[in-house]
Structure formats: structure tokens, C-alpha cells
Nanobody, 116 residues
Framework: QVQLVESGGGLVQPGGSLRLSCKASGFTFSRAPMGWVRQAPGKDLEWVSGIDRYGGDPNYSDFAEGRFTISRDNAENMLYLQMNRLTSEDTAVYFC?????????RGQGTQVTVSS
């Protein structure tokens, strides 16, 4: 069955960086556009970034543009999100998802906490 396992979250100071990873299995990863979504405490799920199946055409929400970089390795069935210049507003659980919809399959998420 479809499985998405996120990792790489943690506690980071404002201005710091983290690289999130997502290991995919149970489907043909190389044929699927992929994305990242996040959910902050008390807030709705929101779109972060997406990438097409070839690793191109990345899209970003306004808050991610210029700070986050999405990438993938189809040979390893891995999706990544490099996050730089993090702020407290980036504190959330981050999920990888299949496709460009927030309703797609997600993993269990990885917690990112930005705090001094």
C-alpha cells in the first residue's frame, strides 16, 4: 500500500535551516507529482510546495517562495524540502503528499519547531 514517511524535522532557531525528507513506497513514485503541506497549531492544512514527476516546474506558496526549495530523487523514491531562514511562523507539522491537492495521501508528518 501507499506509504509516505517524513523525517528531518526538529527544533531550530529563527533564521536557521532544516531539510525535510520523505520516503515513498507502494506506488510508482516517478510517475507522480509530489508536494509538501503543513499544519500549524490551531490552523488549517496549507499548501507549501509541489514538484512535477520529472523534478521540474516547482511551485511554492508565497511564504515559501525564495526560502524553501523542493526537490526529488526518483531513483531513491525520495522527496525533499530544504527550508532556509525559518521563522516562528513556520512552526508546523509538515507532510509530504501525492499530487498537487491537499486531499492526497499523506504520511504521519514531521514536526518543525522554530524557537529561540
Amino acid at each position: 500500500q501507499v506509504q509516505l514517511v517524513e523525517s528531518g524535522g526538529g527544533l531550530v532557531q529563527p533564521g536557521g535551516s532544516l531539510r525535510l525528507s520523505c520516503k515513498a513506497s507502494g506506488f510508482t513514485f516517478s510517475r507522480a507529482p509530489m508536494g509538501w503541506v503543513r499544519q500549524a497549531p490551531g490552523k488549517d492544512l496549507e499548501w507549501v510546495s509541489g514538484i512535477d514527476r520529472y523534478g521540474g516546474d516547482p511551485n511554492y506558496s508565497d511564504f515559501a517562495e525564495g526560502r524553501f526549495t523542493i526537490s526529488r530523487d526518483n531513483a531513491e523514491n525520495m522527496l525533499y524540502l530544504q527550508m532556509n531562514r525559518l521563522t516562528s511562523e513556520d512552526t508546523a507539522v509538515y507532510f509530504c503528499t501525492i499530487g498537487y491537492s491537499m486531499g492526497g495521501a499523506r504520511g504521519q508528518g514531521t514536526q518543525v519547531t522554530v524557537s529561540s
